[in-house]
């Protein structure tokens, strides 16, 4: 079975500071991960996903994703955060195993100071 | 689209009660999900379904329980509401072929057991 490591609990960086979140999988095969956002009081959105092909993956609100077969790693990255990315990030991976749901990682709470 | 609805946004139950969580998606999605989220426990998978009629154990099904009568609405049953199942509650709704696996989440029903 897969699972999803994010070891970082809870982050603060400044505004206009670049961000990196740490996402670690466990499966045998080449896994589908996913980064979802969730706002306060929210339910999840995606922000990016990766199946196969490039492993620097371009999502939503200026975030990148870059898979590292070797390390098996899917971090996420932004170069300049803003207040408004203040939020919860939850890693995801799924298999291509049609019928076998995500499995989501604890979460990392982003906090953003000016 | 409205995307995944979910009713209420919000209940107080006391234990033993029963209540059912409403959850609906209008975009044909085959594949549905209820999780519960805790506080620094991320999702956690109670149950799912891959269509009308087929339904599947998660990671935390116990006090649960679901049906899947039309692809449009997945409803989760609490039979004896204890404060254990105190959470917030979400639904989520994915289509294997096209999104591959891209879960898209309802708002979140917030439940509290007293």
């Known amino acids: 079975a897969q699972s999803v490591t994010q070891p970082d609990i809870h982050i603060t960086v400044s505004e206009g500071a670049s961000l990196e979140l740490r996402c670690n999988y466990s499966y045998g095969a080449t896994p589908y991960l996913f980064w979802y956002v969730q706002s306060p009081g929210q339910g999840l959105q995606l922000l990016l996903k990766?199946?196969?092909?490039?492993?620097l993956v371009q999502g939503i609100k200026g975030f990148e994703a870059e898979f590292k077969r070797s390390q098996s790693s899917f971090n996420l990255r932004k170069p300049s955060v803003h207040w408004s990315d203040a939020a919860e990030y939850f890693c995801?991976?799924?298999?291509?195993?049609?019928?076998?749901?995500?499995?989501f990682g604890k979460g990392t709470r982003l906090s953003v100071i000016a | 689209n409205a995307g995944v609805t979910q009713t209420p946004k919000f209940r107080i139950l006391k234990i033993g009660q029963s209540m059912t969580l409403q959850c609906a998606q209008d975009?044909?999605?085959?594949?549905m999900y209820w999780y519960r989220q805790d506080p620094g426990m991320g999702l956690k998978l109670i149950y799912y379904?891959?269509?009308?009629?087929?339904?599947d154990k998660g990671e935390v099904p116990n006090g649960y329980n679901v049906s899947r009568s039309t692809t449009e609405d997945f409803p989760l049953r609490l039979e004896l509401a204890a404060p254990s199942q105190t959470s917030v509650y979400f639904c989520?709704?994915?289509?294997?072929?096209?999104?591959?696996?891209?879960?898209?989440f309802g708002p979140g029903t917030r439940l509290l057991v007293l």
């Open positions: 995801a991976v799924g298999t291509s195993q049609g019928n076998t749901p995500l499995v």
């Open positions: 989520a709704s994915s289509h294997p072929g096209q999104t591959q696996e891209t879960q898209y």
């Open positions: 990766y199946f196969s092909g490039d492993t």
């Open positions: 975009m044909n999605h085959n594949y």
């Open positions: 379904s891959v269509g009308a009629g087929i339904t």
